[in-house]
C-alpha cells in the first residue's frame, strides 16, 4: 500500500468517524467509568511529533478501556493562558506587556490562538485521537479551553472558594522574577541549565588578614551582609568579620555546615539575593537585605551603579575592583542558571507583594497523598515525593501579565479590605465595577478592581475537578472522584502533578487520582528533545502527509518504550512501522479470501496448537495493555504476528485454506480477528478498514476478552518453525524452487502428529 492509499484510507475511517462520532461520553451509562485527565495542550505554535508519540499513548489508553467494557470520560482540552501564550504573542505580533494597551494585547493574543488552534485540532483528529468530543460545551465529555468565559469564571470560583476558606493571602515575600516577562514565577517555572560563566577570585580583608573569596555574581557585592564558612574549615577558625571592597562596609562572619568548603576557597559571600541558599542563610541569620535588583533587570540602591543591567553590572563592578588591586584572578567555570521555564531569560529573586497559596504546611498530607496513588513507575513518584520535600516557601499564584484568569478581587481604598464577589460568572475586575457596589468590610464605595492575573498553573490544576462534574454536576463527581488516570509528561511533575494534588487536597480533601502514568520525551536523530524555542520540531502536518498516521502512532512503540526512556524520531523505525501496517494488511487481504462458517469437524492438532498459543498471548498482552506496558505489548504482538502466524502458519497451511479445509479457515479467522482487535488501539485506521471489511463489524464496538483454551506452546511451535526453516534452506541449497519436491529427507518422531501439514507444505518425498 503506498503513501497515497494509505491517506486515502486514513481518510474514508476518519470521514466514517465524523458522520457519527462512535466516542461521545454517555453519563447515563451502566458500564464502568474510567476518567482520562488528558494534558491539555499549548495551542500558540504548529505540533511536531514529540506531541504526537506523547498523546498517542494516551489515545492507546482510552481504546483499551472502551475495549475493556468501560465508558470512558475523554475530553479534549485545549491550554491558551498565560505566558507560553504571551511569549509567542510579543514575538509574531511585537507587542509588549509594559507598552501595549492591554485591550490590543489580549486581541493579539487572540489572534495567535485563532492561527493555530483549528489546525492543530484537526491534526489531533487526523492522528485518530478519540476525545469524547472537538466541540467546545458544557456538557461532561466535551471540549473546553481554558481562556473561555466558561473555564475562567471556574477558575475564578475555586479561588473565591480558597479566599474566602483563608488558603490565600497578600503578602510581600521573596519570589523568582524573570525581569524580561517581567513577572514573579513559582519555583515550578524556574529551570536550572549548567553555563559556562566567569569565576572571579577577590582580595577580602577578614580581621585585618587579606584572604580570598571566589563568586561568579561580584555585582552582588553591594548587597552583601555577611560572609559564611563551614565550621569544619580548619582554615578560617575565629573569623568575626570582613571589610567589602567596592563598599567599605563592614559584615559578620557566620559559620554553617551547608557551605561548601570545596567550592573556591571555602568562604562564601551571602547577598540579597543569588539563590536559594541566600535565602536560607538571611532567614536564619535574621540579616537584613538589601535589595539592588529591580523588576526591570536594573542595579538600585547602589550609587555609582544605578540604572546598569546585571551584566553590565557586573562588568563595571569587576573593572573597579581590579583597579583597586583586589581581582586575584579569574577563570572559566560551569555553574548551574537559574532560567525562566518560558522566556529561558535569567531568573533574580528579589521582594514582591503577590498573592500567595498556603501550601508549605502541607508537606505531609501531599506525602500521604503521593502514596495513595499509583505510579506505574516508582521513579516518578520518588520525583514528586522530592518535589513536596524540597518546598519552603507558598505559591505565589498572581501575574502582572494580562492574557490569563483574572484574579477576582476588589480592593477597598478606604479600609484596604479586598472584597471577593458571589462565584457564577467571570469577572474583569479590571474593567468593570463590584457587583455588590459597597465594601463588603466598611460599607464604602471606593473600589479598585484588582488588574492582575493568575498563574496559568492554577487554571491548569483544575483540570481533573472541572472534567469529573465538580460544582457543575455534583452527583456525578462524588460517584466517580478521584479520577481515574493523569497521562502526563515527567517534565510537568513539580508543577501540573504538584499543583493538581495541592488544589484537590485543598477543594475537596481527596487525593486527585487513582493512577498515574508518566511518560519521557520522543527526541530527535541526535537524541535532543524537540522543542519550539530549538526549532528542531518534525511538524506533525508533515509527519501525516510523508507517513500516515498509523505509521506515526507504531512508531511510538516501536522507537523504545515512553514510560521508561526517552525515544528517537528515526527513519529506521519509522520505515519498520511501515512494514508492519503493509504486512497486516496483506494477512488480512488474504485470510478475507476464505470465510469462516463455523468448525464443523474438530480442529486438527497444528492448528490446536497454534491456536492455543495464540489465546495464551492475547491474553498476556491483555494484561500488559492493562498495566501501560505498550512497548512490550506491542514487540510480542508485532513477533508473533509477523515471525511466527505470517512466516510460518500461513505459508504451512495456505494449501489447506485454498482447498478451504473448515479447520484452517477458523484458525486463520481466528487469529486474524484477534490480532486486529489488539492493533485496534495502536493503529486505529488500518484495522477499522481491514475488520469491516473482513466481518462486516465496527471495531469500535468489539470487547476484549479473556481466552480460553490458552496454553503457552512457545516450545512446540519453535521445534516446527526451526523444521520449516530448515527445509527452506535444504531447498536452496539444492537450487531447488520453493514449491518444488524434494527427497531424502524425514520427519522426527516428535514431529509426528503434524506429519500431514508439513509434507503438504514441502511436497516432502518421505
Given at each position: 500500500?503506498?503513501q497515497k492509499?494509505?491517506?486515502?484510507?486514513?481518510?474514508?475511517?476518519?470521514?466514517?468517524?465524523?458522520?457519527?462520532?462512535?466516542?461521545?461520553?454517555?453519563?447515563?451509562?451502566?458500564?464502568?467509568?474510567?476518567?482520562i485527565?488528558t494534558?491539555?495542550p499549548?495551542?500558540?505554535?504548529?505540533?511536531?511529533v514529540?506531541?504526537?508519540?506523547s498523546?498517542?499513548?494516551?489515545?492507546?489508553?482510552?481504546?483499551?478501556?472502551?475495549?475493556?467494557?468501560?465508558e470512558?470520560?475523554?475530553?479534549?482540552?485545549?491550554?491558551k493562558?498565560?505566558?507560553?501564550?504571551?511569549?509567542?504573542a510579543?514575538?509574531?505580533?511585537?507587542?509588549?506587556?509594559r507598552?501595549?494597551d492591554?485591550?490590543e494585547y489580549?486581541k493579539k493574543?487572540?489572534?495567535?490562538?485563532?492561527?493555530?488552534?483549528?489546525?492543530?485540532?484537526?491534526?489531533f483528529?487526523?492522528?485518530g485521537?478519540?476525545?469524547n468530543?472537538?466541540?467546545?460545551g458544557?456538557?461532561?465529555?466535551?471540549a473546553?479551553?481554558?481562556?473561555?468565559p466558561?473555564?475562567?469564571a471556574?477558575g475564578?470560583?475555586?479561588f473565591?472558594?480558597?479566599?474566602?476558606?483563608?488558603?490565600?493571602?497578600?503578602?510581600?515575600?521573596?519570589v523568582?522574577?524573570?525581569?524580561v516577562?517581567?513577572?514573579?514565577l513559582s519555583d515550578?517555572?524556574?529551570?536550572?541549565?549548567?553555563k559556562?560563566?566567569?569565576?572571579y577570585?577577590?582580595?577580602?580583608?577578614v580581621?585585618?588578614?587579606?584572604?580570598?573569596?571566589a563568586?561568579t555574581?561580584?555585582?552582588l557585592?553591594?548587597?552583601?551582609?555577611?560572609?559564611a564558612v563551614?565550621?569544619?574549615d580548619?582554615?578560617y577558625?575565629?573569623l568575626k568579620?570582613a571589610?567589602m571592597?567596592?563598599?567599605?562596609?563592614?559584615?559578620?562572619?557566620?559559620y554553617?555546615?551547608?557551605?561548601?568548603?570545596?567550592?573556591g576557597?571555602?568562604l562564601?559571600?551571602?547577598?540579597?539575593?543569588?539563590?536559594?541558599r541566600?535565602e536560607e542563610?538571611?532567614r536564619d541569620?535574621d540579616l537584613?537585605e538589601?535589595?539592588?535588583?529591580?523588576?526591570?533587570?536594573?542595579?538600585i540602591?547602589t550609587?555609582?551603579?544605578?540604572?546598569l543591567?546585571?551584566s553590565?553590572?557586573r562588568?563595571?563592578?569587576?573593572?573597579?575592583?581590579?583597579?583597586?588591586?583586589?581581582?586575584?584572578?579569574?577563570?572559566?567555570t560551569?555553574?548551574?542558571?537559574?532560567?525562566?521555564s518560558?522566556?529561558?531569560?535569567?531568573?533574580?529573586?528579589?521582594?514582591?507583594?503577590?498573592?500567595?497559596?498556603?501550601?508549605r504546611?502541607?508537606k505531609?498530607?501531599?506525602?500521604?497523598?503521593a502514596?495513595?496513588m499509583?505510579?506505574?513507575?516508582?521513579?516518578s513518584r520518588?520525583m514528586?515525593?522530592?518535589w513536596i520535600?524540597?518546598?519552603?516557601?507558598?505559591?505565589?499564584i498572581s501575574?502582572?501579565?494580562y492574557y490569563?484568569?483574572?484574579i477576582?478581587?476588589?480592593?477597598?481604598?478606604?479600609c484596604?479590605e479586598?472584597?471577593a464577589?458571589?462565584?457564577g460568572?467571570?469577572?474583569?475586575p479590571?474593567?468593570e465595577?463590584?457587583?455588590?457596589k459597597k465594601?463588603?468590610?466598611c460599607g464604602s464605595?471606593?473600589?479598585?478592581?484588582e488588574?492582575?492575573i493568575l498563574d496559568?498553573?492554577?487554571?491548569?490544576?483544575?483540570?481533573n475537578?472541572?472534567i469529573?462534574?465538580?460544582?457543575?454536576s455534583?452527583?456525578?463527581?462524588?460517584?466517580?472522584?478521584?479520577?481515574?488516570?493523569?497521562?502526563?509528561?515527567?517534565?510537568?511533575i513539580r508543577?501540573?502533578?504538584?499543583y493538581t494534588?495541592?488544589?484537590?487536597?485543598?477543594v475537596?480533601?481527596?487525593k486527585?487520582?487513582?493512577n498515574?502514568?508518566?511518560?519521557n520525551?520522543?527526541?530527535?536523530e541526535?537524541?535532543?528533545k524537540f522543542?519550539?524555542?530549538?526549532g528542531?520540531?518534525?511538524?506533525?502536518?508533515?509527519a501525516l502527509?510523508?507517513?500516515?498516521a498509523?505509521?506515526?502512532r507504531?512508531w511510538?512503540?516501536?522507537?523504545?518504550d515512553?514510560?521508561?526512556?526517552?525515544?528517537r524520531?528515526?527513519?529506521?523505525?519509522?520505515?519498520?512501522?511501515?512494514?508492519i501496517?503493509n504486512?497486516?494488511t496483506n494477512?488480512?487481504?488474504f485470510?478475507?479470501q476464505?470465510?469462516?462458517?463455523g468448525?464443523?469437524v474438530?480442529?486438527d492438532t497444528?492448528?490446536?496448537?497454534?491456536?492455543?498459543?495464540?489465546?495464551?498471548?492475547?491474553?498476556?498482552?491483555l494484561e500488559?495493555?492493562?498495566n501501560?506496558?505498550?512497548?512490550?505489548?506491542?514487540?510480542?504482538?508485532?513477533?508473533?504476528?509477523i515471525?511466527?502466524?505470517?512466516?510460518h502458519y500461513?505459508?504451512?497451511?495456505k494449501?489447506?485454506?485454498?482447498?478451504?479445509?473448515?479447520?484452517?479457515?477458523h484458525t486463520?479467522n481466528?487469529?486474524?480477528?484477534?490480532?486486529?482487535e489488539?492493533?485496534?488501539?495502536?493503529?486505529?485506521f488500518?484495522?477499522?478498514?481491514?475488520y469491516?471489511?473482513?466481518?462486516?463489524?465496527?471495531?469500535?464496538m468489539?470487547?476484549f476478552?479473556?481466552?480460553?483454551?490458552?496454553?503457552d506452546m512457545s516450545k512446540e511451535i519453535?521445534?516446527?518453525?526451526?523444521?520449516?526453516s530448515?527445509?527452506?534452506i535444504?531447498?536452496?541449497t539444492?537450487?531447488?524452487?520453493?514449491?518444488n519436491?524434494?527427497?531424502?529427507?524425514?520427519?522426527?518422531e516428535?514431529?509426528?502428529?503434524y506429519?500431514?501439514?508439513l509434507?503438504n507444505a514441502h511436497?516432502?518425498?518421505?
Amino acid at each position: 500500500m503506498d503513501q497515497k492509499e494509505s491517506r486515502d484510507l486514513e481518510d474514508a475511517v476518519l470521514k466514517k468517524w465524523l458522520s457519527a462520532w462512535p466516542f461521545h461520553f454517555d453519563s447515563n451509562t451502566s458500564k464502568k467509568i474510567f476518567i482520562i485527565d488528558t494534558p491539555p495542550p499549548y495551542i500558540n505554535a504548529d505540533l511536531h511529533v514529540g506531541h504526537a508519540a506523547s498523546y498517542a499513548h494516551i489515545d492507546t489508553v482510552a481504546r483499551i478501556r472502551r475495549f475493556l467494557g468501560d465508558e470512558v470520560l475523554f475530553p479534549f482540552g485545549v491550554d491558551k493562558n498565560g505566558l507560553p501564550i504571551e511569549v509567542q504573542a510579543e514575538k509574531e505580533y511585537g507587542i509588549d506587556v509594559r507598552k501595549t494597551d492591554r485591550d490590543e494585547y489580549v486581541k493579539k493574543c487572540r489572534e495567535l490562538l485563532q492561527k493555530y488552534e483549528n489546525v492543530n485540532a484537526d491534526v489531533f483528529r487526523r492522528l485518530g485521537f478519540s476525545f469524547n468530543n472537538y466541540k467546545v460545551g458544557s456538557a461532561l465529555g466535551d471540549a473546553y479551553e481554558t481562556d473561555s468565559p466558561q473555564y475562567r469564571a471556574y477558575g475564578q470560583e475555586i479561588f473565591i472558594k480558597l479566599w474566602n476558606d483563608k488558603k490565600i493571602y497578600e503578602d510581600s515575600q521573596l519570589v523568582n522574577y524573570c525581569t524580561v516577562c517581567k513577572t514573579t514565577l513559582s519555583d515550578a517555572e524556574v529551570e536550572y541549565e549548567e553555563k559556562e560563566t566567569k569565576l572571579y577570585s577577590i582580595r577580602v580583608k577578614v580581621d585585618g588578614k587579606n584572604l580570598e573569596i571566589a563568586t561568579t555574581r561580584p555585582e552582588l557585592i553591594p548587597a552583601c551582609a555577611a560572609i559564611a564558612v563551614n565550621p569544619e574549615d580548619q582554615r578560617y577558625v575565629g573569623l568575626k568579620s570582613a571589610i567589602m571592597p567596592i563598599t567599605g562596609e563592614i559584615v559578620p562572619v557566620i559559620y554553617d555546615a551547608r557551605i561548601n568548603k570545596d567550592f573556591g576557597s571555602g568562604l562564601m559571600m551571602v547577598c540579597s539575593y543569588g539563590d536559594k541558599r541566600d535565602e536560607e542563610l538571611f532567614r536564619d541569620y535574621d540579616l537584613k537585605e538589601k535589595i539592588i535588583i529591580d523588576e526591570n533587570g536594573k542595579i538600585i540602591g547602589t550609587g555609582r551603579y544605578d540604572g546598569l543591567t546585571v551584566s553590565k553590572g557586573r562588568e563595571t563592578i569587576i573593572s573597579d575592583i581590579k583597579a583597586m588591586g583586589a581581582l586575584i584572578g579569574e577563570k572559566s567555570t560551569v555553574a548551574q542558571k537559574p532560567l525562566c521555564s518560558r522566556s529561558k531569560n535569567p531568573v533574580e529573586i528579589i521582594r514582591a507583594k503577590e498573592f500567595y497559596l498556603k501550601q508549605r504546611h502541607l508537606k505531609s498530607d501531599l506525602i500521604r497523598l503521593a502514596g495513595e496513588m499509583k505510579f506505574y513507575k516508582d521513579e516518578s513518584r520518588q520525583m514528586l515525593l522530592d518535589w513536596i520535600k524540597s518546598l519552603d516557601r507558598d505559591w505565589p499564584i498572581s501575574r502582572t501579565r494580562y492574557y490569563g484568569t483574572e484574579i477576582p478581587l476588589w480592593k477597598c481604598t478606604s479600609c484596604g479590605e479586598y472584597c471577593a464577589p458571589a462565584p457564577g460568572r467571570y469577572y474583569q475586575p479590571w474593567r468593570e465595577e463590584f457587583p455588590e457596589k459597597k465594601c463588603t468590610n466598611c460599607g464604602s464605595d471606593k473600589l479598585v478592581g484588582e488588574r492582575r492575573i493568575l498563574d496559568t498553573w492554577m487554571d491548569s490544576s483544575n483540570s481533573n475537578l472541572f472534567i469529573s462534574g465538580y460544582g457543575r454536576s455534583d452527583s456525578f463527581f462524588k460517584d466517580h472522584f478521584p479520577v481515574s488516570l493523569r497521562p502526563q509528561g515527567k517534565d510537568i511533575i513539580r508543577s501540573w502533578l504538584f499543583y493538581t494534588t495541592v488544589k484537590s487536597y485543598l477543594v475537596v480533601d481527596k487525593k486527585p487520582f487513582e493512577n498515574v502514568m508518566v511518560t519521557n520525551h520522543a527526541v530527535d536523530e541526535s537524541g535532543e528533545k524537540f522543542s519550539k524555542s530549538k526549532g528542531n520540531g518534525v511538524p506533525i502536518k508533515k509527519a501525516l502527509e510523508d507517513h500516515g498516521a498509523d505509521v506515526i502512532r507504531l512508531w511510538a512503540y516501536l522507537g523504545g518504550d515512553l514510560l521508561e526512556g526517552d525515544i528517537r524520531y528515526s527513519k529506521e523505525k519509522l520505515n519498520e512501522a511501515k512494514r508492519i501496517v503493509n504486512k497486516i494488511t496483506n494477512i488480512a487481504k488474504f485470510v478475507g479470501q476464505f470465510k469462516d462458517g463455523g468448525v464443523s469437524v474438530p480442529p486438527d492438532t497444528f492448528d490446536l496448537v497454534f491456536t492455543m498459543q495464540f489465546n495464551n498471548i492475547y491474553n498476556n498482552i491483555l494484561e500488559k495493555y492493562e498495566n501501560y506496558k505498550f512497548f512490550d505489548a506491542v514487540k510480542t504482538l508485532k513477533d508473533f504476528t509477523i515471525n511466527v502466524f505470517a512466516d510460518h502458519y500461513i505459508e504451512l497451511k495456505k494449501g489447506f485454506a485454498y482447498k478451504n479445509d473448515a479447520s484452517t479457515v477458523h484458525t486463520l479467522n481466528h487469529i486474524v480477528c484477534g490480532v486486529l482487535e489488539l492493533f485496534n488501539p495502536i493503529i486505529p485506521f488500518i484495522t477499522q478498514h481491514l475488520y469491516a471489511s473482513l466481518y462486516s463489524k465496527d471495531i469500535n464496538m468489539a470487547r476484549f476478552e479473556i481466552k480460553a483454551g490458552a496454553k503457552d506452546m512457545s516450545k512446540e511451535i519453535q521445534k516446527i518453525m526451526d523444521y520449516d526453516s530448515a527445509i527452506w534452506i535444504k531447498k536452496q541449497t539444492a537450487g531447488l524452487a520453493l514449491n518444488n519436491e524434494i527427497g531424502n529427507v524425514s520427519i522426527p518422531e516428535e514431529l509426528s502428529a503434524y506429519r500431514d501439514v508439513l509434507i503438504n507444505a514441502h511436497k516432502l518425498k518421505i
